[in-house]
């Protein structure tokens, strides 16, 4: 799925202002513990309607409240913890983008940008999808997915579709690859559907041509395998556009 956000779903993607904040606010150990809270204050619930009339009123209320007041102690603990976690997330995705401050702001700015386009291998659109969506700027880019890394657009040396990639069985399996300049971190989508992703290269390709797209190739009577090849290939697009 390709899609241009317009201003109202850029504001539903926003928290606090920021977007970044947003994506990292997708997971977090505190989410876990509200979701425990609030089944263990239903069950309790259930269990006293269920027994009032076997218990009585008055034990039924006590047995729901011991199991409530807990409950509650945990979604409180929960929403601290990933109030605490999410006010980290810029320190998160300099740490994982190895950007400063100045350049994270500088990402969230060009979000808000009219060229920004989002993308993503499925067709959902709620709040939880939209948290784990790519988009590309005008110089940045975030592939689909809870990793806090941002990527700089020229910086992208391959982003291609694959019904060939070779799995730890020996046998092939289709993947969505893409890498940097550095090739220390990338992003690798085991099967994922073949026209969303054909849509991805094109529209990543599109913004930045001097990606590969391809993951076998040949240059100056050379062939290149895009995947085991990684560095080779990094080696090679450095040197034909004057790289370091």
């Given at each position: ?14 928290k ?13 150990a505190g989410?876990?513990?509200v ?8 069950i309790a ?12 009123a008055?034990?039924?209320i006590k047995?729901a ?27 998160a ?6 950007f ?5 702001y ?12 989002l ?8 709040t939880?999808?939209?948290?784990r969506?790519?988009f ?8 689909p997915g ?19 990639y ?7 399996d289709?993947?969505?690859?893409a ?20 849509e991805?290269?094109?529209?990543i ?13 040949a ?6 395998d895009?995947v ?12 034909v556009?004057?790289?370091q």
């Open positions: 799925m390709v899609l241009v956000p317009d201003d109202k779903l850029k504001k539903k993607m926003s606090n202002g920021s977007v970044l904040q947003f994506m990292y606010s997708a997971t977090g989410k876990g513990l979701a425990v809270g609030v089944m263990l204050m239903v619930v259930m269990l006293a309607a269920a027994l009032f009339n076997i218990m009585g008055e034990s039924a047995m409240v011991v199991i409530i007041v807990p409950s509650i102690l945990l979604v409180v603990l929960g929403i601290y913890m990933q109030q605490k976690k999410e006010r980290g997330w810029v320190k995705f300099m740490d994982q983008s190895s400063d401050e100045q350049e994270i500088r990402i969230e700015q060009e979000f808000k940008q009219p060229e920004t386009v993308f993503a291998l499925d067709k959902g659109k709620d939880n999808s939209l948290k969506i790519g590309i700027t005008r110089n940045y880019i975030k592939f809870l990793s806090s890394c941002v990527f700089r657009l020229d910086d992208m040396v391959a982003c291609f579709y694959t019904k060939k070779l799995c730890q069985d020996g046998g092939y289709r993947a969505l690859v890498y940097p300049l550095n090739g220390e971190y990338g992003f690798l989508q085991d099967s994922p559907p073949e026209k969303a992703s054909l991805i290269v094109k529209l390709s599109e913004r930045n041509p001097k990606i590969i797209t391809e993951h076998h190739f240059y100056e009577g050379k062939e290149y895009a085991r090849g990684l560095d080779e290939v990094i080696a090679l697009h450095k040197r556009y004057g790289r």
